[in-house]
Nanobody, 128 residues
Framework: QLQLVESGGGLVQPGGSLRLSCAAS????????IGWFRQAPGKEREGVIC????????VKSDSVKGRFTISRDNAKSTVYLQMNSLRAEDTAVYYC?????????????????????WGQGTQVTVSS
């Protein structure tokens, strides 16, 4: 079974940056589409951004366009989420997840039920 571990969360001031990492083990990462999701208190988990097996990057949340980007290093079995110009509303627990059966190599989904393997999450708090 694929195991995912997120890291890199923490407290940052508004306007700051963080880079989250999602380290995979158990299976080669290159056959999985990977998504980053977040869940704020009292809200549903939402898809933020994802990367397909071919490396295509799809932003799933309008609120992060131009600020967040995703990348993958299959050799290191790691996916990164670079978050810039952070806002208070970005405060949430961030999760990475793996889709073992993506529809196409250029596509990744924002639907949580498409992802079979999840990390434990990492807290991101944006506050002055």
């Amino acid at each position: 079974q694929l195991q995912l571990v997120e890291s890199g969360g923490g407290l940052v001031q508004p306007g700051g940056s963080l880079r989250l990492s999602c380290a995979a083990s158990g299976f080669p990462l290159d056959s999985y589409a990977i998504g980053w999701f977040r869940q704020a208190p009292g809200k549903e988990r939402e898809g933020v951004i994802c990367i397909s097996t071919s490396g295509n990057k799809l932003v799933k949340s309008d609120s992060v366009k131009g600020r967040f980007t995703i990348s993958r290093d299959n050799a290191k079995s790691t996916v990164y989420l670079q978050m810039n110009s952070l806002r208070a509303e970005d405060t949430a627990v961030y999760y990475c997840a793996a889709d073992a059966d993506p529809y196409f190599d250029y596509y990744c989904s924002e639907a949580t039920d498409k992802y079979s393997d999840w990390g434990q999450g990492t807290q991101v708090t944006v506050s002055s």
